[in-house]
């Protein structure tokens, strides 16, 4: 047997930590193996893994070597001929190696690697990875597993590249975390009530397969995942997992934040910022609609979510808190909406009888009676915004941008956040808020960061609520009191009033199986903005074109007349009588999820409700603000499904997403 071993310089991960470690992850492994009793050419190079099938040799002819050529568009590394099976080190989920073929498919002992020196006896070696279904027509999101087994009659062989490949996936990056222990909450209630059947059959065998231990807790009671998060010790757990629907989700994100909030010693009512939780969510989908994960992952396929997790590849995702004049409310991981969405979500909670069909009937009632709501909204309006025909574009000149796996948007805005999370301390900030009075705070220096205007529109600073001032008028109305300049150029007040059948603020597309584009179609996961969607109080046949566009591929609600969309970091709705409302009113956070009588789509009430992550919120004083990528969640962001353009000498090719995940750029040679 051939076998090569060697330092690969080009391809060592600027990530990888420093000394004997580094210098083993740039080695470069050649063998011959047998895979199916044929024999194969493996090669371990940099992060990727090829195999290539051995060809016959005639006599007086050697070997060709395997075939490689530089990639063409100018970024280092190497791509591999049509033969060759190329896998990305991210896609394995485990290694295992065994005396026989059955023994090395077993699931991956928790043991760490020793450093003594035994003579080794196994000869297959079994690698365990995923695959993204690229060649699927109706769903290309979609991760299966995989096995790859190769024999070798040398154990020294076998043993030198299972330690090599056990090395480069336990070595971290920053955008990738291997989970070893992990929180699990699952929500038996939610959906089609199948929560835990969903995780025993679905999600436990993918979690053993990657060997990871997994403590889980069935919730009995609302607010229970929240209330364990806000007083549970919870620093020997890698990450947190769901398995159930939005609401399951929103209660996840809730109890991470404000226990964050706490941490810091900040005010729960009105924190003078909202900080970034330490451990990152993974969200396996078991509800109804399952908006939040169909966004991210494209899919609501619940082995692909749990893939997701366990090939630790995570996003900041963009969350909303969402407060009255009073106080700090909850915060929103999809979309808050008052009006038609708000009646379904309402008179829905009667009928949880029936499972999913709730919304079926209770969304038919609410759409028959067609009602309108009169309300005042005021938005920060962007103004570089790509919804605004009349204001430059951000992205490549592209005003129909779509947020896919690799999105430049979101990746930019991670950027930004990284460097200025390296200049600020959360804990020294708080504690100077704390010291000082408030008068007296200093205000937040920002980074010398250099950045041309179009990157500078992505991230303008967001105005915080005690940064807003209101002129005597509107301030006397019941929106927010705080100090804001109307003068500065980098924001815009806009004041909106009508009749509206439905108001969105969405924070992701809030796609799923039934409306694949969402409500908000060009919403990004992390570009730290929000949509505002109105749609106009009209006849019964809009509203039926409305309800079409989202429902098909192919629709656009902003070609509707009736429809505005906004993209904003902030807005603040209030009812004609808002300040009545909210005294009469008395909100409980813990109380959230009851149905109220006043947003009974039957009744005679001229208000309706909101409709916060599937959950009932009952105030008509709301201030809704965007935080970019508060949140890391376990996902790299759907895949298109349209074919990519190739590049032509007229123009520039339309971004597209990559055709496979070996040729993503998650890999360090592409950095």
């Not at 394995?92 to 003594?116: E, F, N, Q, Y």
């Not at 379904?344 to 999913?356: K, L, N």
């Not at 990284?418 to 937040?444: K, T, W």
């Not at 109380?591 to 916060?612: F, H, K, L």
């Amino acid at each position: 047997m051939t076998q090569s071993k060697q330092p690969l310089p080009c391809c060592s991960s600027s990530s990888a930590a420093p000394g004997a470690r580094s210098q083993e992850l740039g080695n470069i492994l050649l063998n011959n193996f047998q895979l199916k009793k044929k024999s194969y050419r493996v090669l371990l190079h940099g992060q990727q893994l090829i195999w290539e099938r051995m060809q016959k040799i005639k006599e007086n002819e050697k070997q060709a070597p395997m075939e490689t050529k530089v990639i063409p568009d100018g970024s280092s590394g190497c791509a591999y001929g049509p033969s060759s099976h190329v896998l990305h080190i991210d896609d394995i989920i485990s290694v295992k190696s065994g005396d026989t073929k059955v023994a090395s498919m077993k699931p991956p002992d928790h043991l760490p690697i020793s450093g003594v020196s035994t003579r080794p006896t196994n000869q297959y070696l079994t690698i365990n990875y995923a695959q993204r279904l690229s060649k699927s027509k109706t769903d290309c999101n979609r991760w299966q597993l995989q096995r790859l087994t190769l024999y070798n009659a040398d154990p020294y062989i076998v043993r030198q590249w299972l330690e090599e490949l056990q090395l480069r996936l336990n070595d971290s990056t920053p955008t990738r975390m291997r989970v070893r222990r992990l929180l699990v909450f699952i929500n038996p209630y939610g959906g089609r009530k199948a929560g835990s059947q969903t995780y025993e059959r679905d999600v436990k065998p993918v979690f053993q397969l990657a060997g990871i231990d997994a403590t889980c807790i069935t919730t009995q009671r609302a607010n229970q995942i929240r209330d364990i998060l806000l007083t549970h010790d919870l620093s020997c757990y890698d990450a947190v997992c769901c398995v159930g629907g939005d609401g399951t989700v929103a209660e996840v994100i809730n109890g991470l934040i404000f226990r964050r909030i706490k941490e810091l010693g900040l005010d729960e009512r009105k924190p003078a910022f909202i900080p970034r939780p330490e451990l990152t969510v993974g969200v396996i989908p078991a509800g109804s609609t399952d908006t939040i994960a169909y966004s991210m992952h494209g899919t609501a396929d619940v082995r692909t979510a749990a893939i997701h997790v366990i090939l630790g590849q995570h996003r900041g995702l963009d969350v909303c808190s969402v407060s009255n004049s009073h106080t700090l409310l909850r915060f929103c991981a999809s979309v808050l909406s008052y009006g038609y969405l708000g009646d379904v979500a309402a008179q829905s909670e009667q009928y949880r009888w029936m499972g999913t069909r709730r919304y079926e009937y209770s969304g038919v009632k609410a759409f028959i009676s067609n009602r309108g709501y009169e309300a005042e909204l005021r938005l920060i309006e962007e103004v570089n915004s790509p919804l605004s025909p009349e204001t430059p574009v951000i992205d490549d000149d592209n005003v129909s941008t779509i947020c896919y796996a690799n999105c430049q948007r979101c990746s930019f805005a991670s950027s930004v956040i990284d460097q200025r999370s390296s200049i600020f301390n959360p804990e020294q900030l708080a504690r100077s808020r704390e010291e000082l009075p408030q008068n007296d705070v200093p205000p937040v220096e920002q980074p010398d960061l250099h950045f041309n205007p179009s990157e500078t529109a992505l991230l303008r600073p967001r105005p915080r609520p005690n940064q807003i001032q209101l002129t005597s008028s509107t301030a006397s109305g019941g929106l927010l009191n705080s100090t804001y300049d109307l003068n500065s150029p980098d924001h815009q007040w806009k004041s909106i009033k009508g009749n509206f059948f439905m108001i969105c603020g969405a924070n992701i597309t809030c796609a799923c199986s039934r409306s694949p584009n969402g409500i908000s179609r060009y919403s990004h996961l992390g570009d730290g903005c929000l949509d505002l969607i109105l749609v106009k109080k009209t006849s019964l046949i809009n509203n039926v074109r409305f309800l079409l566009n989202t429902a098909g591929r192919g629709g656009d609600i902003r070609n509707l007349p009736f429809v505005e969309v906004y993209r904003t970091r902030k807005f603040q709705f209030r009812t004609l009588s808002a300040a009545a409302a909210s005294e009469e009113s008395n909100f409980s956070l813990a109380g959230s999820c009851q149905p109220i009588a006043q947003a009974d789509v039957g009744g005679t009430s001229e208000y309706s409700s909101w409709n916060c992550d599937g959950e009932v919120v009952t105030d008509l004083d709301i201030t809704m603000i965007s935080h970019c990528q508060l949140i890391d969640v376990f996902m790299r962001g759907p895949h298109s499904y349209s074919k990519p353009l190739k590049r032509d000498n007229h123009g520039p090719m339309s971004p597209t997403t990559p055709n496979s995940s070996s040729d993503n750029v998650y890999c360090c040679c592409n950095n």
